[in-house]
């Protein structure tokens, strides 16, 4: 019986030692990583970082880190050949691989942030506005009615094609202060001059959902093989 009691006081011992070593671990690889965060591709400014689950020990013996999330200040996406900031992020990181010690590649990253409209705007080349009621308001310079670079403004739902990842301007309205257009007209000027726009970004980057807000598009992205290097 004594030897029994010795052995579990033993296997205790080793069990707190493996809990504090899984602390220690915890806490230095948290730190380090959130570190390394400030280097990835998408240009994190600010970011914080949670730990998921599951033993950091064992996932680092297989190769593998846990999953994390947390929040941003910004981020820097790529859409269209040019690079945009995304504001008021928050984020989910999976399927994160090891490839060395100062290497990792994280598989699956979920982003949200705000695409302000002066962003919006260098995307589209176009001034784009808060339309209110979830709609926005895109202002272009049309020839019309004999008169030139007559600046228009028509208001539409930003719809997105997941697919085409592009931003399609349903239900549009036209708007031009002091002058009366036919219907007839409206509809054609809308048809010539209304285009998508494309949020076409690189390989990684796909927008999945969009939203208006006054403060421009809250929209969620996702990435995949994303390089961390510390």
Do not use: C, H, W
């Amino acid at each position: 019986m004594q030897r029994f009691g010795k052995v579990l006081i033993v296997l205790g011992v080793i069990a707190a030692l493996l809990v504090g070593a899984e602390f220690g671990v915890r806490a230095y690889v948290q730190s380090q990583a959130q570190q390394a965060l400030t280097t990835v591709d998408l240009d994190l400014e600010q970011p914080t970082m949670t730990l998921g689950g599951g033993s950091v020990l064992a996932a680092l013996a297989q190769g593998r880190f846990v999953d994390v999330s947390g929040t941003a200040a910004s981020a820097v996406v790529p859409f269209e050949q040019r690079k945009v900031t995304v504001k008021s992020i928050t984020y989910r990181a999976g399927n994160i691989r090891l490839i060395s010690t100062s290497e990792a590649v994280v598989g699956d990253l979920a982003l949200n942030g705000t695409v302000g409209f002066a962003a919006l705007s260098d995307i589209a080349g176009l001034p784009i506005s808060s339309g209110g009621d979830g709609r926005v308001l895109v202002t272009y310079s049309v020839d019309i009615l004999g008169l030139t670079n007559l600046e228009i403004g028509i208001s539409a739902v930003p719809v997105l094609d997941v697919a085409a990842q592009q931003i399609d301007l349903e239900q549009s309205r036209i708007d031009v202060a002091g002058i009366d257009i036919d219907q007839n007209v409206s509809q054609q000027i809308i048809e010539r001059v209304v285009k998508p726009i494309s949020l076409a970004a690189d390989d990684q980057v796909t927008v999945t959902a969009i939203r208006v807000t006054d403060e421009g598009l809250v929209a969620d992205l996702t990435a995949t093989d994303v390089p961390i290097k510390r």
